[in-house]
């Protein structure tokens, strides 16, 4: 099935059943925000792209308590709920952050990602706060992004704030396996006290088979989600995996430590 819902209007019925560099995270926003070559802190958009059909909970998240929210269950967010992450495997930075879920009602919330990366040349500390709201599908309203820390030019600090006019549907509530389907962001940033940037930008997501993945944080069976931005020689692949009820498991260079 291929979908294309760009608005409110045309998405479904609600389901029953990682540095925040200010001008990187909107390429972030693109897609949990596939990193798409992004920093670390923009992770946190992963968890936008986890929401769809609800299978069978797997044995590793039979332990858990699920409470059903319009967020669905392959988003993982469930109310004061938090993800710990690290870099594994990266050449350019190393560092750890945590995404946790609050002010959630069901139906609306945020993510907020906490963290850090340094290597040779800098050292970086960043807070990135994603809302979103549910309903048919999980929606992208705004992200905002604050970091500070230092390199060979001295201490720096910035912040930067996402606005979508109309919300992004960044996962319609009923896809399954083979499906593929667009996000279209379509916003504005502004850097700082800066004049606002216009972002329009697409990214075509996949959802692929299971496979089992191991990481520190346990061994899952977790679903490829295929994230392509850009075009022709230009064009951005990364592959993430997500588990029902855990969410976000690892992505090319990073992986999940634990979740509380």
Request: proline share 5%; net charge negative.
């Amino acid at each position: 099935m291929e979908l294309r819902l760009s608005s409110r209007a045309e998405a479904p019925a609600v389901s029953s059943t990682p540095p925040s560099r200010a001008a990187d995270n909107q390429k972030a926003a693109v897609v949990p925000a596939a990193r798409y070559a992004v920093a670390p802190g923009s992770h946190l958009l992963s968890f936008l792209f986890l929401v769809a059909c609800t299978p069978e909970a797997e044995p590793e998240a039979e332990g858990r308590v699920w409470k059903e929210t319009g967020c669905g269950r392959w988003s993982g967010i469930q109310k004061d709920r938090a993800w710990d992450y690290t870099w594994v495997d990266n050449t350019e930075w190393s560092g750890t952050w945590t995404t946790s879920v609050g002010q959630f009602d069901g139906s609306a919330g945020r993510l907020t990602t906490q963290g850090s990366y340094v290597n040779a040349k800098f050292s970086r500390d960043y807070t990135d706060t994603l809302f979103f709201e549910c309903g048919g599908g999980t929606w992208l309203t705004s992200v905002e992004s604050q970091y500070a820390g230092a390199d060979e030019n001295g201490a720096f600090s910035g912040s930067s704030v996402t606005t979508y006019p109309e919300p992004v549907l960044v996962w319609p509530a009923d896809v399954a396996e083979g499906d593929v389907w667009d996000v279209h962001y379509l916003g504005t940033t502004r850097l700082d006290d800066g004049e606002p940037t216009a972002i329009d930008r697409t990214v075509h997501n996949r959802l692929e088979a299971p496979q089992r993945v191991t990481v520190t944080g346990g061994e899952f069976r977790a679903f490829g989600v295929m994230q392509t931005s850009g075009e022709g020689e230009d064009a951005v692949k990364e592959r993430v995996w997500v588990q029902p009820e855990i969410g976000l498991v690892s992505g090319p260079d990073y992986e999940l430590t634990s979740l509380r």
